[in-house]
């Protein structure tokens, strides 16, 4: 019930948005996640944001370059990417749970794949 888009093939310094819809459900009372998966470092929690909205987590080297938002309705999320290096090509994927986004979740979608170019 977690559907992601967005995702494709960039250069590096390039931006993407990518989106992640709440079908069925919205994500009121949850917090929302973006992790990504690659071979090489296995699955990392990219960016959190409570339900609250007071809280928000960023992996260390991200910050400063995307930034996780909610929709005023409720319904999705996106995670905006700025200045994306190679490094950040991975398949990227929404999650949620009851606490800070941090899992363990109780949801998550497909993914949706990004492939940075040099």
């Known amino acids: 019930d977690l559907v992601e888009s967005g995702g494709g ?9 990518l989106s992640c819809a709440a079908s069925g459900r ?3 009372g949850y917090a929302v996640a973006w992790l990504r998966q690659s071979p090489g470092n296995g699955q990392e ?3 959190a944001l409570n ?9 260390e080297t991200v910050k400063g370059r995307f930034a996780i938002s909610r929709d005023g309705d409720e319904s999705t999320v996106y995670l905006q990417m700025n200045n994306v ?7 990227y994927l929404c999650a949620i749970d009851r606490s800070y986004g941090l899992g363990p ?3 998550w979608g497909l ?3 990004v492939t ?3």
């Open 45 to 47: 929690t990219v960016a």
């Open 111 to 113: 993914g949706t794949r």
């Open 85 to 91: 290096k190679p490094e950040d090509t991975a398949l």
């Open 116 to 118: 940075v170019s040099s």
């Open 26 to 28: 919205t994500f009121s």
């Open 51 to 59: 339900w609250a909205g007071d809280r928000i987590y960023y992996k």
């Open 105 to 107: 979740y109780e949801s």
């Open 9 to 17: 093939l960039v250069q590096a310094g390039d931006s993407l948005r």
